[in-house]
Every structure is written in C-alpha cells, then in structure tokens.
DNA sequence: TGATCTTTTTGAATCGTCTTAAGGCCTCAT
DNA sequence: ATGAGGCCTTAAGACGATTCAAAAAGATCA
C-alpha cells in the first residue's frame, strides 16, 4: 500500500530523482557523501525499487519462462533446476509454468509470458510443430525448445531419443529376450514416437525378435500400474519377457504392478526405464533407464537463449543434441547372471 | 523487437488510444461498428498487450509466488498444482520458486517478487519466524505460509505434523515395535520437528518403547540412503526394528538401502514415510505413509491470499490447519500378519 | 581572478497503458 | 429550432523508473 517511490527518497535525501537512480544503477558515478545520504532515505524508508516501471522504461526484463509438460516429472524438475542455476548466474529470473501436457494451459501460458514481454521462453511443447511458437519467435520473444528437436528456424536442446530407444532395444535383445514390448505414451510426443522409433530400429535389425506396443495415454505412474496390469494378465507363453517405458514413471507404475500381480523382476519381465530419475536407482529392484544429462539440457538451453538476446547477430539457431546413456541396474540383468 | 503498441493500433483503426483500451478492457461501451474495427486492426498488427506497462498503471499484477523449499520433491508439485488450479479460476498465475532450502535463494526470490510487486507470496519458508515475512506484508505483500502454522499475526495452511508423527508412532507401537527410529532432517525445520515431537510423545505414551533419532542434512533420497546404510549396518540386535522417516523421499532412499543390504522389509525393518507422494504407493513394497492434502494445502493458500486482497476490511488472519491421514501399506505391516 | 576541464547533479522526456473529465454527435421532446 | 440527455470518443494526465543533454559545482592552472 504505502509503497514508496523513488520520489519519496529524493526528497529525503535532498537530491533529485535522477541521482537516486544513479545510485541504484551506477553508483560509482556519484559522489560518495551524496550515495551515502541516499542509502540512508532508502532504508529509511524501506523503499523497494519498483522493476515493473522499471522493466516498462527499459524494454526488457530479466525473467525468462520455462514451460515444461509436468512439474510432478522429476525429469524437468531437474531440467528446471539446471536452467535456473545458470540463470541465476546472469541475474536472471526462471519462471516454471505447468503445462500438464494440456494444450489449452500451454497457451494461456505463451499468451501471459508474451504479455509479460518476458526475455524468452524455453518450453517443451505438447504439440509438435505449434505455430504458436514461430509466431512468438517472429514477434520479438525468443523461444528455444527443450527436450525435443527443432528443424532449423529456432533453437532447441534435446537428446537423441531415437539412439535412446535403440540402446535400451539392443540391450534387452543382448540379453536374450525375444518378446519385447514398449510402453508409451501417446505417439503424438515426439519423445514417445522418437523412442519407439528407436526400439523399432533394433528389434527390426535383430533376428526373430518381435515387438508389442502398448499407448498409454499419459506418461504416469498410474498409466504405467495400467498397462502392468494388462501385461500380467497375459498367460505368460505370450507375454513379453522385456519392457522398455518411455520414461521412468511408466516403468514404475509397471514395476509396481509386476510386483502386486506376483510376477517377478527381472526373472520373468525384464523392464527398461527412461530418463533415470532419482526414483529410478531408489526403486526396489533398481531400474535401468537410459539418462539424459537433465541439468545440461536446462543450462543448455538458457545458455542459447541468453545468446540470442544478447548477440543477436553473432546468433543463429542452433539444435544442439545429446546422447543418452544407457544405465544398466538389476531390473534388466538376464535372471542367469544375478542367481 | 518490432512490438506494436495501443497506438498503432489506434492508428490504423482511426480511433484514439482510449477507445482501444476501452476495447480491451470493457468492449461493451465501445459501440459495435468501432469494436470491430479495432479488432481488425489488432488481428492485423499481431498485437499483444504489454501487461507490465498496464500493471504500472493499474499498481497491482495477477502474479503470485509461490515458493518451495524443492520443486523435486513430489509434495510440493502437488501443492503447486492445486494452488495453480485455484488461481486459474480466478485469473491469476502462479509463477513457482525454488529456495532449495537455501535462505540465500530464498531471500533472493522473495527479493524478486516484492520488486516485481507480485499480488502476494506463498510460502514454506526455510527458516522459522523468519522477520522478512512480516517486513514484507508491512509494506504491502500480503504473504501465506504454506505447510507451516504461523503465529497470528499471518495467514497459514498446515497440516498438523505432530498429530501426524503420533499417528505414525502408535502404529508402529501397536505392530509390537519397541526399538524404533525417527530419521529426519535438521530439527531447524518446523516440519521436522513437529513429526518428531509427535512420534516421541507417541513414544513416551507407550511402555518400554526406545527411540533413536538420526537427523540427516537434507530431506533427500540420498540422505535417506545414507541413513539407511548406517542402520543396516548396525548389528541386529541393535538396530531398530522400525523406522518413521520424515518425509517419503528419505523412506525410499532408506527403503533402498536396506534392500541393497539384504535387510528385508518389513520383516527385519519397518518403515512408515511422510507425504504419501505417488512414489510411495509404487515402491516395491508399497509404503506406508502418514497422507497430507497436498493440492487443498495449495488451494486454501490461494484463496486465504486472494481473500486479503480482495477484502481486505473483512478479512483477518487465519490459521488453517488440516488433519492427516496415516496410509497403511505393507512395509510397515507385521511380518506375522502377511507371511 | 578568470579560463578551462572535470566531476556531479538536475530536470525533462520517455516507456505503453489506463482513467477521467470533457466534448461531440444524435435523437427526441418541446 | 432548441435544449436535454444518451452514447461514444477524445485528449491529457497519471503510474515509477531510466536516460541524457545540459547546467552547476569543483578543481586546476596560468
């Protein structure tokens, strides 16, 4: 209510508002003996330096928005965590907003971060190709995808999700499992399609190996206890021997289910997670799941944002790619070898 | 870069600035035949409104913070998923921050927020009675604590953590535990402390019940590894025969060390978490878990903040405090009863 | 002491939108 | 034809901070 202005302290302070301002953004330009009086009216006061009026005058603000599919992923929990730490290091603010993978919420959230004239936005879309996000890009507030390849006209960070599916493919094939079965979301994610695609690969350069798909349509741990359960009804002549998840909450809601229904991991169903959260190495029978470099991605993908906005002639979009890793626990582990 | 203005759009529609803001802000007295026109030439121009010069205007955003001690841990997405809900109906955006724990990031933020003259604050502060909070609705933020009580003089939603510790107590005293150990964080956490204070009175209620505390730095899975590794450790009959962790996270990671050492669970260890996150049910053995309404904690923030800015005459600080429940699962049921 | 430089400080303009009082245009009744 | 009363629209003044040209104050030197 009472807030005061810069006003207010110029007036305490006997100087003029130009010389409070200078003293909050280049104190070394003024005197010691004035900057000290202004101090002073300031704690006085207790007078907080407004950024909206401050962000109006300067034309940009030093808040970038992350969008990410689900805050209740520790995934992007990690991703977030990665960006907001380099962020930090550029005095730079990280606001998370949830998309909880709804096309209508993402886009209440580019209309009020593009309202906000926010310095970019890093999102990992619901949709592929959104228009909404060239269109952004076209209108002054940069855009860099985050865990899901661009094509050219804007930057993006991502992991190669196709050799993700490949490695957990070939692993569980290495393995001796001849019926596999992969267990996604919906195929509209790029990631999901990206990873099946890989596994496809694998299976298909293999020998008699065949491959069972089952959609999900979320990537949650109750979707994951869902298609468990499908899977363990199964007479077990033709159930899959090996699982591969999209991503580490399906897999533990399988896991789950395996668990509840009697069957056994990894002795009848091998089962093969993706992004290796914590939870992963945590569970029970420690999941092997194929790691990103989450921290990376989010610091990546400020870093490129902070490129643009800053040199925006030195820039030109790039689409940097990681590889995923393949980490290998008990979950996986051919029964043979462990008893 | 080339951001259109009110004025452009005036322009082009041959209205004055007035009459566009008219049209965006209470179309229904701007005659029709000029509505539509100025419409058009919105559409035309790619215009979006610059919210913060408009929130300068009109002194206050639609923003809350919301800030929590880590964005990783599922407790608190679900806190902010049912906070964002709330706000959603009421046009207002939570924009969430991560202290980590850390009361130099926490103070960074709230630093943030006030400069950004954010509608008000939810929070689970890091520390207690921390004098910043009631500096910062002194000047005009209103602030909620969120899954901590305060003292009066603000408005809190909590859950009642020694009620929850005692429950989690007198359940493993009626399982006939005797030596049981509470593993938390540091006891400088409210949450931490009230759990502990509820078990030891649980404790002290009981005959013949011993109780060993271990606090651990963080309220992570690794901590709760390590906790649990120290306990495995300790020869039989030493050890406890019962473990009440103070959050879901250290159960797990606890729950994992205890697995990895062959220590099975519940028959050698039981184990009772906090929080009853989604992981806790999807554990190998599903764990018992003391349950929290996690999104009505968030919801009733947001209304208690919304309510002291929209009346702020009729409104006084409240203190809401909600009951929780204790889940039962199977790691934390007598080996007798399931074997 | 006055001239010339340098260091500080000032004051007005500006950012983009909202708001309010005032004015313009119509229609209708007198 | 005139004035009243409704609608709409306009124009100008905030909101709070930054910026920059220009003025003021000091410092230096002949």
Request: charged fraction near 20%.
């Amino acid at each position: 209510m009472a807030t005061t202005n810069i006003k207010e302290v110029a007036q305490l302070a006997r100087v003029s508002v130009g010389t409070v301002s200078n003293v909050l953004n280049r104190p070394e330009i003024v005197s010691p003996a004035t900057r000290e009086r202004v101090f002073a009216a300031i704690r006085q006061l207790g007078f907080v330096r407004n950024e909206v009026a401050r962000h109006l005058r300067v034309g940009r603000s030093r808040t970038v928005g992350l969008v990410v599919l689900d805050v209740a992923n520790p995934f992007f929990a990690d991703v977030a965590q990665g960006a907001e730490a380099l962020a930090d290091e550029h005095d730079t603010m990280v606001v998370l907003c949830n998309s909880a993978a709804s096309p209508h919420r993402e886009r209440r959230h580019l209309d009020q971060l593009e309202q906000q004239r926010v310095l970019g936005i890093l999102i990992t879309p619901v949709e592929a190709d959104n228009p909404r996000l060239l269109q952004l890009a076209a209108r002054g507030t940069p855009v860099v995808l985050v865990d899901r390849a661009a094509h050219g006209s804007q930057c993006s960070v991502s992991v190669d999700d196709r050799l993700g599916g490949r490695l957990a493919g070939n692993h569980l094939i290495e393995q001796g499992h001849r019926r596999v079965a992969f267990v996604g979301g919906p195929l509209s994610f790029q990631q999901v399609a990206d990873r099946h695609a890989g596994i496809t690969s694998a299976v298909e350069a293999a020998e008699g190996v065949v491959l069972e798909t089952l959609s999900m349509p979320a990537l949650s741990i109750a979707e994951g206890r869902a298609a468990g359960e499908r899977v363990a009804a199964l007479p077990p002549p033709s159930r899959p021997t090996a699982v591969f998840c999209a991503n580490d909450l399906l897999a533990l809601g399988f896991f789950q289910a395996m668990t509840a229904q009697g069957v056994r991991v990894p002795h009848d169903v091998a089962i093969v997670g993706y992004d290796d959260i914590d939870f992963a190495a945590a569970s029970a029978v420690p999941l092997s799941s194929v790691r990103q470099p989450r921290d990376l991605l989010g610091r990546t993908a400020i870093d490129l944002l902070l490129e643009e906005v800053e040199e925006p002639d030195r820039h030109s979009h790039r689409q940097v790619i990681f590889q995923p890793d393949l980490v290998v626990r008990e979950s996986s582990l051919r029964p043979g070898a462990s008893t």
